[in-house]
């Protein structure tokens, strides 16, 4: 008689899943540390690299295997039967210090902060809260100078990009707003993309001046203006036919008034595409959410729940043409597109 299967994986494999990603998570620190992917540019075997850096020979083939099991490198044997490894495509484009659309610090960041909010989980549920460093603006202009840029660069822009063709002819006229648009990058490629485009980045003001500097090293500053200012409080400029807001709504104390706001700011027929992540209903789509929203959800910031958004769109008299999924930094977002009625 066979004996029977057990259920694989085992009821604990996602846990044991988490230890085993610390060790992955080094592995990849170690090899952004090292420039390594810009090293594997072109092949080389694990020998030839550990003399290279006097490395230990052995721990360099394992570690070498370990990425290409993470689909960080690809190999391929030679005549002689020895393992060639090279950066794969995914390490080249994202994670290659060379790249127009490096994130490797901005990865680096993320581990960092996201680890040092996980160490102090305990003293949170505590009630202790832990000083901010920087005031509000301030810190929003680090985070734009720094990891926004390269994330807006490599992931928001080129998604943006990528709806927005659906949405808008290349030789039309057209006024866009991007509402709290941090470093600015989304509407310079959308600026890029469409040359009959001109509009506003509407930041508060520290950020404000980061989207204009880079508004100004792409040459658009007779089409694309930074407004320095606080949605909340301050005009932010109507006639828009494009509204991007983009991870913004989580911060404003009362998400209906400023529906309202974007809502007039349109043109009568203008869109407004709203890219926010939501919680899902399902337990494995809502772990990575909640992971990395947990931080923002315990400073008392907004993430709705799925379906919320719409809900609150429909209610300030916007039609909700179309909910898309989209790739947005650390965990995937829905793009409703949302029309001002004509009447
Ligand atoms: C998570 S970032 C998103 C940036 C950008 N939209 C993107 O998707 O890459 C949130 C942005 O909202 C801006 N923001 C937050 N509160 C704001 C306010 N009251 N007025 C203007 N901008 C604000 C921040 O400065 C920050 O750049």
């Given at each position: 008689?066979?004996?029977?299967?057990?259920?694989?994986?085992?009821?604990?494999?996602?846990?044991?899943?988490?230890?085993?990603?610390?060790?992955?998570?080094?592995?990849?620190?170690?090899?952004?540390?090292?420039?390594?992917?810009?090293?594997l540019?072109s092949p080389c075997t694990p020998?030839?690299?550990?003399?290279?850096?006097?490395?230990?020979?052995?721990?360099?083939?394992?570690?070498l295997t370990?990425?290409w099991?993470?689909q960080?490198l690809d190999r391929s044997r030679d005549a002689a039967s020895e393992w060639h490894y090279a950066s794969s495509e995914?390490?080249?484009?994202?994670?290659?210090?060379?790249?127009?659309?490096?994130?490797?610090?901005?990865?680096?960041?993320?581990?960092?902060?996201?680890?040092?909010?996980?160490?102090?989980?305990?003293?949170?549920?505590?009630?202790?809260?832990?000083?901010?460093?920087?005031?509000?603006?301030?810190?929003?202009?680090?985070?734009?100078?720094?990891?926004?840029?390269?994330?807006?660069?490599?992931?928001?822009?080129?998604?943006?990009?990528?709806?927005?063709?659906?949405?808008?002819?290349?030789?039309?006229?057209?006024?866009?707003?991007?509402?709290?648009?941090?470093?600015?990058?989304?509407?310079?490629?959308?600026?890029?993309?469409?040359?009959?485009?001109?509009?506003?980045?509407?930041?508060?003001?520290?950020?404000?001046?980061?989207?204009?500097?880079?508004?100004?090293?792409?040459?658009?500053?007779?089409?694309?203006?930074?407004?320095?200012?606080?949605?909340?409080?301050?005009?932010?400029?109507?006639?828009?036919?494009?509204?991007?807001?983009?991870?913004?709504?989580?911060?404003?104390?009362?998400?209906?008034?400023?529906?309202?706001?974007?809502?007039?700011?349109?043109?009568?027929?203008?869109?407004?595409?709203?890219?926010?992540?939501?919680?899902?209903?399902?337990?494995?789509?809502?772990?990575?959410?909640?992971?990395?929203?947990?931080?923002?959800?315990?400073?008392?910031?907004?993430?709705?729940?799925?379906?919320?958004?719409?809900?609150?769109?429909?209610?300030?008299?916007?039609?909700?043409?179309?909910?898309?999924?989209?790739?947005?930094?650390?965990?995937?977002?829905?793009?409703?597109?949302?029309?001002?009625?004509?009447?």
């Amino acid at each position: 008689m066979n004996r029977p299967v057990e259920a694989l994986p085992h009821a604990l494999q996602p846990y044991w899943d988490l230890s085993l990603a610390a060790v992955q998570a080094e592995a990849l620190q170690l090899a952004l540390a090292e420039d390594l992917f810009e090293t594997l540019a072109s092949p080389c075997t694990p020998e030839a690299l550990a003399q290279m850096h006097a490395w230990q020979p052995e721990a360099t083939r394992h570690w070498l295997t370990l990425l290409w099991s993470m689909q960080l490198l690809d190999r391929s044997r030679d005549a002689a039967s020895e393992w060639h490894y090279a950066s794969s495509e995914v390490a080249r484009r994202y994670l290659t210090s060379s790249s127009a659309l490096d994130c490797g610090d901005a990865w680096r960041f993320r581990l960092a902060s996201l680890r040092d909010f996980g160490a102090g989980l305990a003293n949170g549920l505590r009630g202790e809260k832990r000083p901010a460093p920087l005031a509000n603006g301030e810190r929003w202009a680090v985070a734009a100078r720094g990891h926004l840029a390269r994330e807006q660069a490599a992931v928001t822009a080129p998604a943006a990009c990528e709806l927005v063709a659906y949405r808008r002819a290349t030789e039309s006229a057209w006024r866009l707003l991007d509402l709290g648009g941090g470093p600015g990058l989304v509407a310079v490629a959308l600026a890029k993309a469409f040359p009959y485009m001109h509009g506003v980045v509407f930041e508060l003001p520290e950020a404000a001046d980061v989207a204009a500097q880079h508004i100004a090293e792409a040459g658009l500053a007779s089409r694309l203006e930074a407004r320095g200012g606080d949605l909340v409080r301050d005009d932010i400029g109507t006639g828009y036919d494009l509204i991007w807001c983009s991870s913004v709504l989580h911060f404003v104390p009362e998400l209906s008034a400023c529906l309202a706001k974007l809502h007039a700011a349109l043109k009568p027929g203008g869109e407004l595409i709203c890219v926010h992540a939501e919680i899902p209903e399902e337990p494995e789509a809502a772990r990575r959410m909640l992971s990395y929203y947990l931080p923002l959800l315990w400073q008392g910031r907004r993430v709705t729940q799925a379906g919320e958004l719409r809900q609150a769109l429909l209610a300030q008299g916007f039609e909700v043409c179309e909910a898309q999924p989209i790739a947005l930094p650390m965990a995937p977002a829905t793009a409703l597109v949302a029309r001002r009625r004509t009447k």
